[in-house]
């Protein structure tokens, strides 16, 4: 007895007579291959969730309650106060509003400054390292160190090197140098923001470094040789060649650097304590005292919203100019 073997769909013809093969239907296993990437992403998206947005969504409720530290047990029974707490925080001709405002012009001026030097510095390392000498490999090593440690353990050495009397810095630039009369107060004061800014320039721009130099290998050695037969000296090549190429990656870098810098929080906390003097008072650390010391977190929630709405604002902008100027560059 002998069996028939299943007939294969025979070949569809079309109205010109030539036949065509009807396709398999595959449907299951299509889905299955667009769904995996997505399950693969579930994971790291929940903890994304939980991690950053279910505590903003909390802060910005937050915002529109009278919670402080009477409604800290239960605070979902703070009453309502609409928009009174950002009135408070944006009225700077009372003490909260004008204290707020102070910080900000603070952080500003000390991001454009940090991000600045930090751009500044990195680049010309990175240029610098691009030629080939001895001791080149471990010369980066070391230019990573800073960017490496710990925030906390090295930020607590540079606090014993700020201090008054047996301080590092006052005994190099007093004792050895005798650049300044007598020993000087750097976690106080106005000199406590330059303490800041070397703080955070030190620790930054090791990372501009790094991205830099990455930037720097995708650019062709061929056009530095051409530039240089063509009589074009170091400055004219890192101008007319270097600049221009690193332009993506310094557009990043800098958006990177501004967000960083503007919401250092760790800097400041671990140099100058809980309590900022008032010419390093970042707007971060000036947030910490109004939620944590004067336990008004509804108005330290409301500048907290403000701060992030900020710096949506200027990401957007400046995006938005960075895209019209690489279009126009491509022109």
Known sequence: MTTAAPAEAAP??????????TPRF????????IALPYLLLLPALILELLVHLVPMVIGIVMSFKELTQFYIRDWGTAPWTGLSNYEVSVDFDAPVGEALLHSFFVTVAFTLLSVGLCWLIGTAAAIYMQDTFRGRGLLRA????PYALPVYAAVIT???MFQHDNGLVNHVLHDQLGITDKPSFWLIGDNSFVALLVVSVWKGWPFAFLIVMAGLQNIPKEQYEAAALDGAGMWQQIRRITLPSLRPVNQVLVLVLFLWTFNDFNTPYVLFGRTAPQAADLISVHIYQASFVTWNFGTGSAMSVLLLLFLLVVTGVYLLLTSRG????DV
Request: no cysteine.
């Open 12 to 21: 569809h013809k079309n109205s010109s007579g030539s036949a065509e093969h």
């Open 26 to 33: 595959r449907r299951p296993g299509r889905i299955r291959r």
């Open 142 to 145: 070391l230019f990573l160190v």
């Open 158 to 160: 540079w606090v014993f």
């Open 326 to 329: 690489r279009k126009t560059a």
